[in-house]
């Protein structure tokens, strides 16, 4: 059976509840699924008790965006528990960082003359961590653009006019409070990481070395041919090749749960692996 262990609810950037993001999972025929909203463990009980209904597996997790010295990456960190701990202290002050530069994105929004309403942006969020794609909804509402895409594209993308940085923990930081709060820290679409392919090998080794325990080389956007030679550079360096769809909903309504553009398949075995790193 196949896994999907990159997947998002309305508890961040996606469009569905964390219930019906396990329901979608388990209509797949997924054996294991991984909650891994931004910044956040808000939708991991819902998704949870919707798991045992279902009869499928849970993987507790969150997404971070983190600085280093190429730019950003995103690190997905699973078997990440709701309580006390090391990172899951430091997700309060992630959310604090995200609002701050929200409300620096709407103002610049309004200096272009596409004035957003905080309160629009807020409902579309439905109470979930606010991010750059609920902005893109409301934008697409009031007609400014025709898609979220176009949003991004127009105004919201790093180096778009409306573009505004906010505060990121540390790569080799977050990876070591990752890790010292029992959870297993891998890196996301690593195509986002500001290396060209021929150096994946480097970057990855210098940040296996930190503690890093995997890479998401099976991924929507990606070739048969690079989630290959991901794989054969994770196998090279003692890493687990993980993978998933990214799925948002209809934030990005081309990428389906489990087989993301139609071709995705992550091995089941990943899960034993990823558990297996927690102690690595």
Same mark, same amino acid.
């Given at each position: 059976?196949?896994?999907?262990?990159?997947?998002?609810? &309305?508890?961040?950037?996606?469009?569905?509840?964390?219930?019906?993001?396990?329901?979608?999972?388990?209509?797949?025929?997924?054996? &294991? /699924?991984?909650?891994?909203?931004?910044?956040?463990?808000?939708? /991991?009980?819902?998704? @949870?008790?919707?798991?045992? %209904?279902?009869?499928?597996?849970?993987?507790?997790?969150?997404?971070?965006?983190?600085?280093?010295?190429?730019?950003?990456?995103?690190?997905?960190?699973?078997?990440?528990?709701?309580?006390?701990?090391?990172?899951?202290?430091?997700?309060?002050?992630? %959310?604090?960082? %995200?609002?701050?530069?929200? !409300?620096?994105?709407?103002?610049?929004?309004?200096?272009? =003359?596409?004035?957003?309403? !905080?309160?629009? +942006?807020? *409902?579309?969020?439905?109470?979930?961590?606010?991010?750059?794609?609920?902005?893109?909804?409301?934008?697409?509402?009031?007609?400014?653009?025709?898609? /979220?895409?176009? !949003?991004?594209?127009?105004?919201?993308?790093?180096?778009?006019?409306?573009? /505004? *940085?906010? +505060?990121?923990?540390?790569?080799?930081?977050?990876?070591?409070?990752? @890790?010292?709060?029992?959870?297993?820290?891998?890196?996301?679409?690593?195509?986002?990481?500001?290396?060209?392919?021929?150096?994946? *090998?480097?970057?990855?080794?210098?940040?296996?070395?930190?503690?890093?325990?995997?890479?998401?080389?099976?991924?929507?956007?990606?070739?048969?041919?690079? @989630?290959?030679?991901?794989?054969? +550079?994770?196998?090279?360096?003692?890493?687990?090749?993980?993978?998933?769809?990214?799925?948002?909903?209809?934030?990005?309504?081309?990428?389906?749960?489990?087989? =993301?553009?139609?071709?995705?398949?992550?091995?089941?075995? +990943?899960? *034993?692996?990823?558990?297996?790193? @927690?102690?690595?």
């Amino acid at each position: 059976m196949a896994v999907d262990l990159h997947l998002h609810s &309305t508890a961040s950037d996606g469009t569905d509840a964390p219930a019906d993001v396990v329901r979608l999972g388990a209509a797949a025929g997924l054996s &294991t /699924i991984a909650l891994t909203d931004h910044d956040t463990l808000d939708g /991991i009980a819902e998704a @949870r008790a919707a798991a045992e %209904r279902h009869g499928i597996g849970l993987i507790p997790g969150t997404e971070l965006s983190v600085v280093w010295p190429d730019g950003t990456m995103h690190l997905l960190v699973y078997h990440l528990e709701p309580g006390p701990g090391p990172l899951q202290e430091k997700l309060a002050s992630l %959310r604090t960082g %995200r609002s701050v530069r929200n !409300a620096a994105i709407l103002a610049r929004l309004t200096e272009l =003359g596409v004035p957003v309403s !905080a309160t629009a +942006v807020a *409902e579309e969020a439905g109470g979930g961590v606010v991010g750059r794609p609920h902005i893109a909804a409301v934008l697409v509402a009031d007609g400014h653009v025709a898609t /979220i895409a176009a !949003a991004f594209d127009r105004y919201l993308a790093r180096g778009r006019p409306a573009y /505004i *940085e906010r +505060v990121r923990l540390e790569a080799v930081a977050a990876i070591e409070l990752a @890790r010292a709060s029992g959870a297993v820290p891998v890196l996301a679409h690593p195509h986002t990481i500001g290396v060209a392919t021929a150096e994946y *090998e480097t970057a990855f080794r210098h940040l296996a070395a930190a503690g890093l325990a995997g890479i998401e080389a099976f991924y929507s956007e990606y070739p048969v041919a690079l @989630r290959e030679h991901l794989a054969a +550079v994770c196998d090279r360096l003692g890493l687990v090749a993980t993978g998933g769809s990214d799925y948002h909903g209809r934030y990005k309504p081309d990428i389906h749960v489990g087989v =993301g553009r139609g071709d995705l398949s992550v091995p089941d075995d +990943v899960v *034993e692996r990823i558990a297996a790193a @927690r102690s690595g």
